[in-house]
């Protein structure tokens, strides 16, 4: 355990990049490790996660380097052509790496054993195993369809039409994956959109994707079988997920005034900046561009008063990692904030309802828990009191980086009880919080 104390600080000032979105890093490894040729790859987030996705492609046959910061390259051995890998897939604590892993491996005439950490191993996998056993692979999962799991693919594999029971990215982009080696079409019918980096970027590698809207917004997404992907150069644009921790600490630490560059604003992932806008936040957005096909923009964030707010539940999906966040400036808000319909919230790295609860509640912030969303009643720009221990973070990233943002804004800080998960999505995190808040406070 590394144990840390953050402790309150005087303005944030500068500017800071964060690093590369994850979900796309893991998607351009796994199809750049499909595609026939070799793909290069800028701005790959370096993370445990998507290091994890890395070893599992270059365990299956791809050729997967590193040749500078952030750059890689990539031979793919073509969609059909998976190797069985010889040893266990370890998945760390990578929820995208395994799901979307499995999907590959379902349309493969190959075996695996994916293997994780103790919050990997108590996330439900259930939500893959039921369309991939349909479309023909065998799954031996741990009771409740846990890892460890084996899987083996079908050849061929049945093509499906699936709708998604839980809103669900991950999932999406496991069918669509093992459809890719999968004869005829291969359909998702996603009721409530999520984010749709899959699909950009199976095109972008060539494949045959469409995607119908239906009147109530349901989405239809195909994917047509044995496609061959053409490899590509891949730019890898920011992680608004990542941004998240700066854009609040900019808004709830007075005289803050910072610059957070090349953050991804895909319609899909862009809830958190629109939610923190309409409690008042100051973020503006500086130079909009596309960036990997995605759009960008430098934001501009300030020290606001925040207001609280009942957060619309259909913004959820477009929001998802970053509600802990969100809960720290809501802690942080004059006036209560309601968020709802957050029940994926409970079966991320951690149960991310009750964390937060627990943990916002340790440092002094009024709120109360409900089945699927916390009620917080915010201390109208006071500092919160702080810690007396250390808070506990159970192996998750986002719980640590968002309770590190609380003790910014604290009395007498917060402890965090291991910072060490924070490495699975952001491993510059404290050496940019430590520049930001060194820089000179303007007059
Ligand atoms: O597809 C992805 O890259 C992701 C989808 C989301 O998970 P779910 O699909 O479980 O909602 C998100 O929480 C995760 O961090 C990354
Ligand atoms: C839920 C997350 O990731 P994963 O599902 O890939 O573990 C996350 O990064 O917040």
């Known amino acids: 355990m590394h144990p840390r104390r953050f402790l309150p600080t005087g303005p944030l000032r500068g500017r800071i990049r964060v ?11 796994m199809l750049s490790a499909l595609a026939v040729g070799e793909s290069r790859i800028s701005g790959l987030l370096e993370g445990e996660d998507v290091l994890a996705t890395a070893a599992a492609m270059r365990a299956m046959g791809a050729q997967v380097e590193r040749t500078g910061e952030g750059a890689w390259a990539v031979h793919g051995v073509g969609v059909g052509s998976l190797l069985q890998p010889e040893q266990a897939l370890e998945m760390g604590n990578s929820g995208t790496s395994t799901r979307l892993l499995m999907g590959l491996i379902a349309s493969h005439p190959i075996q695996a054993t994916f293997t994780g950490d103790a919050s990997l191993s108590k996330r439900p996998m259930g939500r893959v195993i039921e369309p991939l056993s349909q479309m023909g692979a065998e799954v031996n999962a741990s009771t409740g369809g846990k890892l460890p799991l084996i899987l083996r693919g079908a050849a061929p594999a049945v093509p499906i039409s699936y709708r998604l029971p839980v809103a669900s990215a991950q999932v999406k982009s496991a069918v669509l994956l093992a459809g890719l080696n999968t004869p005829g079409v291969t359909t998702v019918i996603e009721p409530v959109p999520t984010r749709d980096h899959s699909e950009r970027m199976l095109r972008g590698f060539g494949a045959e994707v469409s995607v119908d809207i239906e009147p109530d917004g349901t989405r239809v997404i195909s994917v047509t079988g044995h496609a061959e992907l053409r490899p590509q ?32 604003l895909n319609p899909t992932r862009a809830g958190l900046v629109e939610v923190l806008r309409a409690m008042g936040g100051s973020i503006d957005e500086v130079a909009r561009r596309e960036v990997g096909g995605e759009p960008v923009a430098d934001l501009r964030v300030r020290h606001s008063a925040l207001s609280g707010i009942e957060v619309d539940p259909a913004l959820a999906p477009s929001m998802i990692d970053e509600f802990p966040a969100l809960f720290v400036a809501a802690a942080l808000a004059q006036g209560t904030t309601i968020t709802t319909g957050l029940d994926e919230l409970r079966v991320k790295e951690s149960d991310r309802l009750s964390v937060m609860a627990t943990a916002l509640q340790a440092a002094g912030a009024r709120l109360e828990e409900l089945e699927d969303g916390l009620v917080i009643h915010g201390s109208a720009g006071e500092p919160l009191r702080g810690t007396q221990g250390a808070i506990a973070t159970h192996l998750d990233h986002r719980i640590a980086m968002s309770m590190a943002v609380a003790g910014l804004a604290s009395r007498t800080g917060v402890e965090v009880d291991d910072t060490r998960p924070i490495a699975t999505s952001f491993p510059a995190f404290e050496t940019m919080l430590a520049q930001l808040a060194t820089e000179e406070p303007a007059v």
């Open 19 to 29: 690093p590369g979105d994850k979900s796309i890093s893991h998607r351009a490894i």
């Open 233 to 264: 150069v891949i730019e890898v644009p920011g992680d608004p997920s990542s941004a998240a921790f700066f854009l609040v600490a900019g808004l709830v630490v007075p005289g803050s005034d910072l610059v957070v560059e090349n953050v991804g």
